[in-house]
């Protein structure tokens, strides 16, 4: 049974901000698919402010016209502030509902939005704290017709040897390493 939070509606306070977004050019027909259709760099881990630039940057220009609005983000439960289940959102031509779907299972670094009509665009999510070189070559990449790396390979060729995740942090999250022989 969701309680009355589940089921609410989130409501971006602010205007929605220009989204950080690169997109591959429209691939001509019976070209194959890529993993990635672009990348995204939000500027916060707040959903409610980040994700109604993203939704209407995405509508914009001829998408909207033939796939209709986006129905549905699916996002990775990690790197975010909340997780809202539904989010309005306020766009120039009218105001619509997208419902907010959180998975553990879901790739790091990879955000997928749904048209009303099952088209679907997977986008590499670059953290909001990457530097800005880096951020600028992931989103490259990403939209570049040619990449075939997914959303993991490609944040993990981002990230310096020095930001890896530590043998600290991975002991936190459960893991555990063996003690030393004495």
């Known amino acids: 049974m969701w309680t009355t939070t589940e089921r609410a ?8 901000s220009t989204p950080r977004l690169r997109l591959q050019p429209r691939p001509p027909p019976g070209r194959p698919r890529t993993p990635l259709d672009g990348a ?3 500027r916060s881990t707040d959903p409610a402010a980040e994700l109604p630039g993203l939704i209407l940057a995405l ?3 001829t998408h909207h016209a033939v796939h209709g ?3 549905h983000i699916m996002l990775r439960v990690a790197g975010w502030t909340s997780r809202p289940r539904r989010l309005r959102v306020d766009g120039p031509a009218d105001t619509r509902v997208v419902r907010l779907s959180w998975f553990d299972t879901l790739p790091v670094g990879l955000v997928t939005a749904i048209w009303a009509d099952g088209r679907r665009v997977d986008l590499l999510t670059i953290p909001p704290g990457t530097d800005p070189d880096a951020a600028a070559a992931g989103l490259d990449l990403a939209a570049h017709p040619a990449n075939h790396l997914r959303a993991p390979a490609l944040l993990a060729a981002l990230t310096p040897p020095d930001q890896a995740v530590s043998e600290n942090t991975w002991e936190t999250e459960g893991g555990r390493l063996r003690e030393p022989a004495l």
């Open 69 to 71: 609005p986006i129905a």
């Open 9 to 16: 509606t989130t409501i971006s306070l602010s205007p929605p």
């Open 40 to 42: 995204w760099w939000p």
């Open 59 to 61: 509508q914009a220009g």
